[in-house]
């Protein structure tokens, strides 16, 4: 599940850099919001006729207890097994007996779970995720061996994986007080002491319908979802929330380095992260740049770090750079890259910090600026095509405290962003600005 999460929130930081030519819609959504709170957007496609339906609640890593990680993470697990109408595992067995797909996600800000599926079977999703969002059944023989699922996940996913166990060391170092530095999946420890009353009160307190999002795209009209939502959604009472915290990171003061060496590495690798702003936390009027910026940086082989560190000097295999900016709380933007083989790490690293302190000190051109923004905008066709990526992106956008608007003001906004934007979303972010630089090296085994 940890790969999936990082393959699906990668798919969303994609689309943010996503747009159609100036002025035109992305999606053309029709939106309307439930007597009891919960917002409901609906895409139509017709292409085949399939529908995605897709719930997002919008609570997630980091909305956990302090010293009780995982819990989000650990509760999605949960979810498929079994409700006061369904035994563990009729859920799943029912959506496969229908031809369809489903998975589940959780990050740090949200959680999701989605259903592919024939469009005549849309009625039967709705059905039984409205009900396992009020009729959850927990008992300690389904929480008991799920939490040796969750360990294992982790045991592959992070502790047999060098650059993984790397990541939760940089986190860990980059925040210093949000809690984006505690890993989605949680610390080993804290999962092996969460109890039935942990994961029953992250549930009552956050799977509510006006803490939720319903995001259906396909093969359906909002004529055949506004009755189906009411029918379904509509008659669960809203659920007095929990007051969020409202987490604020401090400038940072010193540099940080983290170093891991493992026999099990066979590529070095380098990288540095900034703290940024993101879409609602900061100063967010410099995200449009943020993102044009991550695509001269790095969008595609004529981007400026891999054209000069990959293909003309050859100082690197890989390099280049990235921007999370779909976040509630602060976001990244991050450099990287690797030697060749037999090369020199050192080497490497002098060459990417030599085109930092040339991006700092130049900025960037109109001309790459245009050329990032035509990029970009032309990749929107690829979005409008797919029946599962406007579930996404919407409930991507709406769980973080977006609007549809601004999801559909995305190809004049991304477009209006010049040069002179981006150079001073360049002073902001870079200039004099403290930053955490991670290696990763093999050691030779003992």
């Not at 609640?57 to 109408?85: C, I, Q, R, W």
Request: hydrophobic share 40%; glycine share 6%.
């Amino acid at each position: 599940m940890a790969r999936i999460v990082q393959i699906f929130v990668t798919s969303c930081m994609l689309f943010a850099g996503i747009a159609a030519p100036a002025h035109a819609a992305v999606f053309n959504p029709q939106s309307f919001t439930l007597d009891n709170g919960m917002q409901v957007v609906v895409v139509t496609n017709r292409r085949v006729p399939v529908v995605t339906h897709m719930i997002w609640y919008k609570v997630g890593a980091m909305d956990e207890p302090p010293g009780k990680s995982g819990l989000a993470h650990y509760l999605e697990h949960l979810m498929f097994k079994g409700t006061k109408t369904l035994k563990p595992g009729e859920f799943s067995a029912i959506v496969a007996r229908n031809g369809g797909q489903e998975n589940a996600f959780t990050s740090q800000d949200y959680t999701g779970y989605y259903q592919s599926v024939a469009a005549d079977r849309l009625e039967l999703m709705m059905k039984l995720e409205a009900d396992r969002m009020t009729n959850l059944v927990l008992t300690d023989a389904a929480i008991e061996p799920e939490r040796q699922v969750v360990i294992e996940e982790r045991r592959s996913r992070i502790d047999n994986d060098p650059s993984a166990m790397l990541g939760e060391q940089v986190a860990a170092a980059l925040y210093q007080n949000h809690p984006y530095r505690n890993p989605i999946i949680g610390w080993r420890h804290e999962i092996e002491t969460r109890s039935r009353q942990d994961l029953l009160d992250f549930y009552r307190h956050w799977y509510a319908p006006n803490n939720a999002v319903l995001v259906i795209s396909g093969d359906v009209t909002v004529d055949i979802v506004r009755p189906l939502a009411e029918k379904y959604y509509g008659v669960i009472p809203a659920r007095k929330l929990p007051k969020r915290v409202v987490w604020r990171e401090p400038p940072p003061a010193a540099d940080r380095h983290v170093v891991l060496k493992d026999p099990r590495v066979r590529q070095p690798a380098w990288s540095r992260r900034f703290l940024a702003p993101s879409q609602v936390y900061g100063q967010s009027e410099h995200a449009y740049a943020l993102r044009v910026l991550g695509e001269i940086l790095s969008g595609g082989a004529t981007s400026r770090l891999h054209r000069t560190l990959v293909v003309e000097d050859k100082i690197a295999v890989s390099a280049g750079a990235w921007y999370n900016g779909r976040t509630r709380g602060p976001g990244t933007f991050g450099f990287y890259a690797s030697p060749p083989p037999d090369g020199d790490i050192d080497a490497t690293i002098a060459a990417v910090n030599a085109q930092i302190d040339t991006l700092i000190a130049d900025g960037v051109t109109e001309e790459e600026v245009a050329k990032a923004v035509r990029q970009l905008q032309d990749s929107a066709v690829y979005a409008r095509d797919s029946y599962r990526t406007p579930a996404r992106v919407f409930g991507a956008a709406l769980a973080i405290g977006r609007t549809v608007a601004d999801v559909e003001a995305w190809p004049e906004r991304i477009g209006a962003v010049d040069a002179g934007a981006v150079n001073r979303a360049i002073e902001f972010v870079f200039k004099n600005r403290r930053s955490v630089t991670a290696l990763l090296l093999p050691k030779p085994a003992s």
